[in-house]
């Protein structure tokens, strides 16, 4: 398994680059990532899907899909694919420091 | 980091229910992937996008091998014989069993599931041939469908991409 350091603290991670520990998981570390995947700012509602992301992932240890996103945070699809263009999917689980979505829809 | 975005097309020609999930399924992944999807709807795949249908697609039993009467909790591999098929009523069961799986899955009726890609960036478009075979005009199709194109069009359209025929 192979480590990065992202924001001054040394992390697990995978291939593809998601954090396989979610407790190492720091909101700086979600900063940094985001700028990796080309969001500059995290906006308030950047915010609210990662902490959905995050409960939900450390309650049943996956991450949401985007259909479990908007209904669980009240955020529209275009908004969703607004606020995490090219691919939410990924990004999402990526920056909340989860593995990729196991679900299909 | 100027890598092309990678794009995928799919041709949906079957107006059954269980025919109309593959390409929202994949699409749906596509989307959420930043692939770019285009969706073209033919024949009888224009069910999918036509508004007087949507909410009616339906799966037949009959000359249906994979429809086994484990869906509806009798274990084993017996499937719904032919002849017990086409009693009046087996589709709307079917069909009734197959939504009843997909809810109990959370996925959305297809209608939702279009809207869902469509708003996701999906761009659909309906089969000039077979509108005009079936006397469909653009007022009859959900919103979100950006057009009737003839299928030169859509090989304009999806240069490069990825085709997914359904």
Redesign the interface.
């Known amino acids: 398994m192979a480590t990065r350091t992202i924001a001054g603290k040394t992390v697990q991670v995978n291939d593809e680059g998601f954090m396989t520990n979610p407790a190492e998981w720091t909101k700086e570390i979600a900063v940094e990532l985001a700028k990796e995947e080309g969001i500059a700012e995290l906006t308030e509602q950047h915010w609210k899907v990662i902490d959905f992301c995050r409960q939900t992932g450390l309650s049943s240890g996956k991450a949401p899909t985007l259909r479990q996103i908007t209904t669980g945070t009240g955020l529209s699809t275009k908004d969703l694919f607004a606020l995490f263009p090219k691919g939410p999917a990924k990004k999402v689980a990526r920056i909340s420091g989860l593995g990729k979505p196991e679900g299909c829809v | 980091m100027a890598e092309e975005?990678r794009k995928i097309a799919f041709i949906c020609s079957k107006g059954d229910l269980d025919m109309a999930y593959p390409a929202l399924?994949m699409g749906?992944?596509a989307?959420?992937?930043?692939?770019d999807v285009t969706i073209f709807f033919t024949f009888w795949g224009l069910d999918l996008i036509n508004k007087h249908r949507v909410d009616h697609l339906e799966l037949a039993p009959v000359a249906n091998t994979s429809m086994k009467m484990s869906m509806m909790g009798i274990p084993g591999n017996l499937g719904i014989p032919n002849l017990v098929g086409v009693l009046p009523g087996m589709t709307a069961l079917t069909t009734k069993l197959m939504k009843d799986k997909m809810k109990a899955?959370?996925?959305?009726p297809v209608r939702e599931y279009l809207?869902?890609l469509v708003?996701?960036?999906a761009k659909l478009y309906a089969c000039k041939m077979s509108v005009d075979m079936m006397g469909l005009k653009k007022e009859d199709f959900i919103d979100g469908v950006e057009d009737i194109v003839t299928a030169g069009d859509f090989m304009d359209m999806t240069e490069g991409a990825q085709i997914i025929f359904i």
């Open positions: 975005t399924v749906w992944a989307l959420g992937n930043g692939i899955l959370g996925v959305p809207e869902m708003d996701g960036g």
